[in-house]
T-cell receptor, first 114, second 111 residues
Framework: EAGVVQSPRYKIIEKKQPVAFWCNPI?????LYWYRQNLGQGPELLIR????????DSQLPKDRFSAERLKGVDSTLKIQPAELGDSAVYLC????????????FGPGTRLTVL | GQSLEQPSEVTAVEGAIVQINCTYQ??????LSWYQQHDGGAPTFLSY????GLEETGRFSSFLSRSDSYGYLLLQELQMKDSASYFC????????????FGKGTRLHILP
């Protein structure tokens, strides 16, 4: 069984540029999460999807971040424009049920904003 | 407010036993999970405690005491490959389900 797939693995951009991350969850997993992890910190939830519906986006900086999960499968997280403080690893995870079920994480995208 | 506290670093010797503690303060507590993350890798699930008591999975065990708002991860027969960061994560079941990760404990294994 394939795991959670994310691309790109690394991205370097200049501030004020846009950037997008893509995630394909494990087949059959209805719940998809986007996290941000800063160096030396734990993952911080940005948004959670149940199928195609964003059910928790309270931590998503909506002025510059957006996300979508068309057809309830893969998902895209976008930052526009990027700021220096957005440098972090962006992790995608999926689970078959919300939270109480095991979350499977992708390898992440390491974003560097110069 | 809500908070999770775990030690930032722990050092142990190969073959020994180590315990990583996690205390939490939150409303709507539902359960406690533990994740392992190697440098440059993705977090991987280790265990989940929804009820008080001990859960054992091979060399790893996890404990939860709801009355003390406390849990721990116990690693036995330590191996060099156990060198990683370990995160406790609180699952909240309130009006809005949430998961909150601690800052992680960096485990160093000495030969």
């Amino acid at each position: 069984e394939a795991g959670v797939v994310q691309s790109p693995r690394y991205k370097i951009i200049e501030k004020k540029q846009p950037v997008a991350f893509w995630c394909n969850p494990i087949s059959g997993h209805n719940t998809l999460y986007w996290y941000r992890q800063n160096l030396g910190q734990g993952p911080e939830l940005l948004i959670r999807y149940e199928n195609e519906e964003a059910v928790d986006d309270s931590q998503l900086p909506k002025d510059r971040f957006s996300a979508e999960r068309l057809k309830g499968v893969d998902s895209t997280l976008k930052i526009q424009p990027a700021e220096l403080g957005d440098s972090a690893v962006y992790l995608c995870a999926s689970s078959s049920r919300t939270y109480t079920d095991t979350q499977y994480f992708g390898p992440g995208t390491r974003l560097t904003v110069l | 407010g809500q908070s999770l506290e775990q030690p930032s670093e722990v050092t142990a010797v190969e073959g020994a036993i180590v315990q990583i503690n996690c205390t939490y303060q939150t409303s709507g507590f539902y359960g406690l999970s533990w994740y392992q993350q190697h440098d440059g890798g993705a977090p991987t699930f280790l265990s989940y405690n929804g009820l008080d008591g001990l859960e054992e999975t091979g060399r790893f065990s996890s404990f939860l005491s709801r009355s003390d708002s406390y849990g721990y991860l116990l690693l036995q027969e330590l191996q060099m490959k156990d060198s990683a960061s370990y995160f406790c994560a609180v699952l909240k079941a309130n009006r809005d389900d949430k998961i909150i990760f601690g800052k992680g404990t960096r485990l160093h294994i000495l030969p």
